[in-house]
């Protein structure tokens, strides 16, 4: 029997105020239970009420377990949990966060599957970044060889604002603390926008897979949309959270990488240029938020009403 309909109070426009919620929680070393509509951190110090709506990612470190019903109540909030490595840098699994509608992944993979509206999309992705660079007519290569300068040129800007020496990026993938303070800053800060990210793309129904820039990798939707605000948020906290120190600059800059996170609209932002980027409207949406839209597809691309038996009937 289908249970499509047997979800649990939350709707799905209660996504719409994601950007009211706190963009991440990081825990480690501690139990997660379940408290009414909240969850709670138990470890050496004591208990933490987290009221699950305000979380948009729970980012689940070393020493982390979680209960059964503490997982039911952040996925009926809609809120997306990852298990992450030491300082949040590896990204091991993820949740998948309440959803009902199709109509966004229908957008991106039709997008997708065309290899002139990828590239235009790809292109628009690019626009977004580097606002004053046109892309349009933009090959590839082009967009790539873009990208590079721009990082480069922003890695030099911060370390110039900043004071903090920078020669080259280094990411020591089994080794964090091999790098130094702004690598370490900015291997924090990437990993943070990628949970993110992943929490805001299953929440809205799209697939994390269907890349218009990365390809071949589970998540290359998840990255195209976390490097969309790499250079204007997520590097500069890095540096920022580098010049105060080299001790502790992985925990330094998921705090102020959330602070500007919440400062800016980050969340609504994310979901408004994916939506753009897909050129998405919402027809597919319902009218009533607490009624799922179920159709059986026909031909000539038409649907008919879900729940019906059409053994007897002739569709016109």
């Known amino acids: ?34 408290d009414s509509h909240a969850i709670t951190a ?13 979380i948009g990612t729970l980012l689940l470190g070393p020493g982390t377990r979680i209960t059964h019903q503490a997982m039911a109540v952040l996925g009926d909030s809609g809120a997306g949990v990852a298990w992450v490595g030491e300082h949040g840098v590896r990204y ?22 065309n290899r002139r509206t990828r590239l235009e999309v790809a292109r628009a992705m690019y626009r977004l970044r580097f ?18 300068r721009r990082l480069k040129d922003c890695y030099r800007h911060e370390s110039a604002r900043t004071g903090v020496p920078w020669r080259r990026r280094e990411y020591h993938r089994d080794d964090f603390s091999a790098g130094d303070a702004p690598n370490q800053g900015v291997t924090a800060a990437a990993q943070c926008m990628y949970g993110i990210a992943h929490a805001v793309v299953a929440a809205l ?10 390809s071949g990798h589970e998540r290359s939707f998840v990255l195209d949309v976390a490097d969309l605000y790499k250079t204007e948020i997520a590097i500069p906290a890095a540096f920022d959270a580098a010049a105060e120190g080299v001790e502790d600059v992985a925990a330094r800059t998921r705090r102020m990488l959330r602070d500007r996170i ?19 409207d919402g027809t597919r949406d319902t009218a009533d938020p607490s009624q799922d839209r179920m159709t059986l597809q026909s031909d ?7 729940g019906r038996n059409y053994g007897d009937e002739i569709i016109w």
């Not at 138990?42 to 305000?54: C, R, Y």
């Open 1 to 34: 029997m289908s249970t499509v309909n047997r979800r649990g109070a939350s709707s799905p426009r209660d996504l719409a105020r994601i950007g009211d919620r706190l963009s991440f929680v990081y825990l480690e070393r501690c139990t997660v239970h379940r």
């Open 42 to 54: 138990e470890d050496a110090d004591g208990v933490t009420h987290i009221p699950s709506a305000t």
């Open 92 to 113: 091991y699994a993820g949740g998948r966060a309440l959803t009902r509608s199709s109509g966004l992944v229908e957008a991106q993979a039709t997008a997708w599957a």
């Open 131 to 148: 606002p004053d660079e046109d892309p349009a007519g933009r090959t590839r290569q082009d967009l790539l060889l873009m990208e590079g």
């Open 205 to 214: 129904g799209c697939s994390p897979g269907l890349g218009f820039v990365h």
């Open 262 to 280: 919440n400062e800016t609209g980050l969340l609504d932002r994310c979901v408004r240029d994916i939506k753009d980027l897909l050129s998405y």
């Open 300 to 306: 000539g691309d038409r649907h008919v009403e879900g």
